[in-house]
DNA sequence: GGTAGACCTGGACGC
DNA sequence: GCGTCCAGGTCTACC
């Protein structure tokens, strides 16, 4: 079965792809050679599916297991809109962006859309999970828990969706613990998954809600394990863009492009893009950094 | 409000 | 192979 979905213009699949590290973690897998971003999802029925998707004129085209019902195919396409941001109208930041050296070619290239996973919950504790820790730290705790405790696909049980609310809240710490070696973010996760799945915390409700980001950050705030870096990085998910995620690689990224290599606080990040206003988290994501790595 | 120390893991390094 | 050090954000206690 195969859905077409149309995309604000201009589209990539390829950028949203590769926006940030999200397509490396599972349940995501994208493949390079052909252009095919895969994610294994559990819909609302219980039923888990893969999805992939692959690039058309206009958009996205969506294939996923024949005999799904109406219901699930409309949750299948609420869905991959919101993964893949197909409804993000960036004319503005374009407009804005047009003459900066260090974004040239973003249009051509249809960069400025971040990949986001299926629900903000899974966004959460994976923005966690990349806290005080190294990428392939991040990599291999995502990892273990959709292989320990994801529910699998019935066509290839070796391949599991990210656990729900609900099966996160059933494990207890040292589980988390020591199986998925999450370490100290266990009882993070746990919290977490058990105020969601009591209906204590309606934390899908805040991917539309008409809320001011200086409300919306301290929301965020409030969940343990979510301090300022990973509440300003799910403000970006959420298409607030007026933030800018700092973390040590941002001083460092801030410090060798402005201030000669010396050391910087997150003052100098904020000012480095204070005049990009509501586009400065977009500004600093797209940045061309790259002659920075190559040294 | 600002600061110091603890939290946990894996990689790098020296022996 | 083993031990030590360090990097990576957040939380908590303390001033």
Redesign the pocket.
Known sequence: MRLTLPACLPFSLSAVARSHGWAQLAPFSWDESICELAYIVQLDSHQVVEIRVQEAPSGVSVLMDAGLKQAEQDEVTSKATWMLGLDWDLTGFYAVAQNEPKLVGIVERAQGRILRSATLFEDVVKTILT????W??TI?MVESLVALFGSSLPADPTRRAFPTPAQLALIDEETL??SA?L??RAPYVRELARAVASGNLDLEALRTAKTPTSQLHKQL?A?????????AHLLMLLGHFDTIPI???ALKLVSHEWHGGEPVGEAEVKSAFESWGEWKGLAYWFWDWSYLSET
């Open positions: 806290t005080n820790t190294t392939a730290g291999r613990r020591s070696r370490g100290y705030l969940i343990r394990g979510v301090g300022g870096y990973a509440a973390d040590s690689w």
